[in-house]
């Protein structure tokens, strides 16, 4: 593909309900991060792929958030039982590399809307 | 802990005149430093990145400068233009962690 595809665009969900984001990577991209960015802030680490092994975890902020990269391409990131400050632009980047000291390129993004 | 600290928040430039940004790590290990340009509603893209086996680093208006002992490095983008109005965070790989750091961003504006 062109880029970093991530859907779906937009997502409104009530409090409580499970999201699910999506993350297509560039084809032959091996690593694999996604943030989360607040409004006005800057985008805070989640997780990090390197193909299908989840490397890092740190940053997801509970139990409630899991991601996963099974087949080390696309990627989904599962939140459950959403709260409001979940709400946030949520970033998939990609890059070449398998190591962190390479160029990222980000998704446009979606951005989680929860009441 | 891995930290990232970014300022100024804001910053106003006329036309043609300089910016300058400035950032701190605090990971003496990292190696990487990256800097990205996030237009409004778009995805962060990267503008210029600096290994710490140099000082500076040039391309065209934009300079990145590396401090290794104090652990800082600065963005400079010069003769500025309306184009440069955007939000710009720098960002440190913690390569101990596999993860890159950002900062809180910059959102620079450019007067007429």
């Known amino acids: 593909g062109a880029g970093v595809s991530q859907s779906p665009r937009y997502k409104v969900a009530k409090r409580g309900q499970d999201v699910a984001l999506r993350c297509d990577p560039i084809s032959g991209h091996v690593s694999l991060f996604w943030y989360q960015q607040a409004l006005g802030q800057g985008p805070e680490f989640l997780t990090y792929f390197q193909n299908e092994a989840q490397l890092d975890k740190s940053g997801l902020p509970s139990d409630r958030f899991f991601a996963e990269r099974p087949e080390g391409s696309v990627s989904t990131l599962k939140i459950q039982r959403t709260q409001q400050e979940d709400s946030a632009v949520y970033l998939c980047?990609?890059?070449?590399?398998?190591?962190?000291?390479?160029?990222?390129?980000f998704g446009s993004g979606t951005q989680l809307s929860v009441l | 802990g891995e930290n990232v600290e970014q300022h100024p928040s804001t910053l106003s430039v006329q036309e043609g005149d300089s910016a300058v940004i400035k950032c701190t790590y605090s990971d003496s290990a990292s190696n990487y430093f990256p800097w990205y340009k996030q237009e409004l509603g778009k995805r962060p893209q990267l503008i210029i990145d600096?290994?710490?086996?140099?000082g500076e680093k040039k391309d065209q208006r934009i300079a990145v400068t590396l401090n290794k002992t104090a652990k800082h490095f600065s963005l400079h983008i010069t003769e500025t233009q309306p184009e440069d109005s955007a939000v710009y965070f720098c960002a440190a790989e913690y390569s101990s962690a596999s993860k890159i750091i950002f900062g809180s961003g910059t959102r620079l504006s450019i007067r007429p």
């Open positions: 600096i290994r710490s086996n140099v």
């Open positions: 980047a990609s890059s070449l590399a398998t190591a962190t000291n390479e160029k990222l390129f």
